[in-house]
């Protein structure tokens, strides 16, 4: 049983604008109110020419965005403050759906707020609001018949700003509505204006089109259970740049022609272990664009349309396909890197192949050819080429590893790389001279006398001189450097070793071991 016995008062406290603005900056903001005039040229079919101005302030420090996309009628300017109003029809490839993207923008900028539209041949109406009216309860808000605009536009004038304008934030917002609005500004009818300066359109399809391995166009269309179908299209391939610094790689979605997610690199789109790997600049020519448009309450944006929501249906049902996208890529440019300028960007112009999907979730792969086999490394190569002296003079393999581990340590980001390295290359000398003795003299010699041989290093050449050949110059050579490893074992100042010293007497220990076992050195 139940009896009503009261009603509750459920009207939202305008403190609600305040909670909402937190994850909005400039950039965000703006762009929520190009896409309010973005949205009417939209619905009118792209029929008409639409211009958007944006005037920063750096003095007076004010904000102005004017558009004359076609006004807003009186009856529906409730829309522009009233929290999930909308007067936009969601099922139409729009961008503005949420019904609050204005109300957040425009508080999120400023204090004082005055918007003055007219729509048609309309009157010209203004309603302002400002702390004052945010702090009251009371949602009712005048309106009022002003001084006649140009028909079909709309100012909105913000002041007593809560970001700062400076030049740096002017040409972050530039540089952020050219490639957010780029698809559209390619439209000769869409003009966008910052500061009277007139944006251009930016884009990241700079492709590379190595043999065998040109960028790849998918095309498909996905289902939604409400929302009728969401036409894709995508295309993946390796970068004409590598700017691993700007980040300008990985992911980048488009819905409804809006970019909303510029290059992510998360593992949710594949850059983790196991597949593409954690980002890192031997990655970095990995590219791939995702283009949905459809309804817009079928796209997978968040409410501020500033990244991508993981958990939407639509995205979830690309996951499988673009994770093996990203994985293939992103492998391409590992193989090829240290080769890039030869095996990638010189190939400026090709064709895209293209790839038809008819069932994206189905999908697992990536419809990439196989692989060229990855560049083998600096220790495969040295192993390789001496793997039949190592079977014969199994006392060899650890002469030739300890080049490798040099080769390895000297890559290293330590600061004292070279010491240890010269240590490295020092004792591997010295023991390659003891193999040499006791196997490869022909003189038996027992622990005993070689004990006391190799306590003193100079008897060690001495006696290695007596089956050798090498030139004096090069045991002048071999003194230096072990004189050199004796001052920093032994010398209470560590002296430095140079990056020259180090390729020095690295090539001089591998004439020795090549002499001494014949052993071969040498990425060729």
């Given amino acids: ?42 619905r009118g079919g792209k029929a008409r020419d639409i211009s958007i101005n944006i005037t920063l302030d750096r003095v007076q420090q004010t904000i102005t965005v004017e558009d004359d996309a076609g006004g807003v009628a009186k009856s529906e300017l409730q829309y522009i403050v009233g929290p999930g109003q909308t007067g936009t029809n969601t099922s139409e490839e729009t961008i503005g759906i949420f019904g609050v993207g204005t109300k957040r923008a425009v508080v999120a900028l400023a204090q004082d707020i ?53 030049d740096e934030a002017i040409t972050q917002l530039k540089d952020h509505l050219s490639t957010t609005y780029g698809r559209f500004l390619r439209n000769n009818s869409v003009c966008l204006e910052v500061n009277d300066e007139k944006l251009s359109p930016r884009f990241f399809e700079n492709w590379a089109y190595p043999p065998g391995f040109p960028p790849q166009r998918y095309t498909g269309a996905l289902d939604t259970a409400d929302h009728g179908k969401v036409r ?42 196991g597949l593409a790997g954690l980002p890192h ?27 991508i929501s993981t958990k939407h ?89 300890g080049i490798i581990a040099a080769d390895l340590i000297s890559k290293q980001h330590l ?54 050949n090498i030139k004096a110059t090069t045991w002048k050579k071999i003194d230096h450097y072990y004189r050199l490893r004796c001052k920093l074992v032994h010398e209470r100042a560590t002296v430095g070793v140079a990056d020259a010293q180090i390729q020095d007497f690295r090539e001089l220990v591998e004439r020795i071991l090549n002499k001494l076992y014949k052993l071969k050195f040498g990425e060729d």
């Fill in 313 to 401: 249906g639509v995205f979830l049902a690309l996951h499988n396909w673009l994770v093996q996208v990203v994985k293939g890529y992103a492998a391409l440019s590992r193989i090829w890197v240290g080769d890039w300028p030869e095996k990638v960007f010189k190939y400026k112009t090709g064709t895209i192949k293209d790839v038809l999907i008819d069932d994206f979730p189905a999908v697992k792969k990536s419809f990439l050819p196989p692989l060229p086999k990855s560049r083998p490394r600096y220790g495969e190569i040295i192993t390789q080429k001496n793997k039949k002296v190592a079977k014969s003079k199994p006392w060899a393999r650890g002469l030739y590893e």
């Fill in 114 to 166: 005055k918007i003055r539209t007219r729509q048609g041949k309309q009157s010209t109406y203004q309603i302002e609001f400002d702390e004052d009216w945010l702090g009251d309860d009371d949602w009712k808000l005048p309106v009022y018949e002003v001084g006649e605009l140009a028909k079909g536009t709309t100012i909105v004038e913000l002041q007593k700003l809560r970001v700062s304008i400076t």
């Fill in 1 to 42: 049983m139940k009896k009503e016995v009261g009603q509750l008062d459920a009207t939202p406290s305008k403190r609600l604008f305040l909670s909402i603005i937190a994850d909005y900056d400039l950039n965000r903001s703006i762009c929520e109110l190009v896409d309010n005039g973005l949205d009417v040229w939209v």
């Fill in 281 to 307: 600049p031997k990655i970095s020519l990995t590219r791939v664009l995702v283009f949905l448009n459809g309804d817009a309450r079928a796209m997978p944006w968040n409410s501020s349309k500033s990244d």
């Fill in 415 to 468: 600061e004292e790389r070279n010491r240890i390295a010269l240590i490295v290359l020092d004792s591997t000398l010295e023991i390659a001279f003891k193999e040499y003795l006791v196997n490869e003299s022909g003189t038996p010699y027992n622990d005993a006398k070689l004990l006391s041989i190799f306590k003193n290093r100079i008897d060690v050449h001495n006696e290695v001189k007596k089956y050798t």
């Fill in 232 to 273: 894709i299209e995508a295309v993946a391939g390796l970068s004409r740049e590598s700017s691993p610094a700007a980040g300008e790689y990985g992911v980048y979605f488009y819905c409804n022609d809006r970019l909303v997610a510029r290059g992510l690199k998360t593992f949710e789109v594949g850059f983790t272990k």
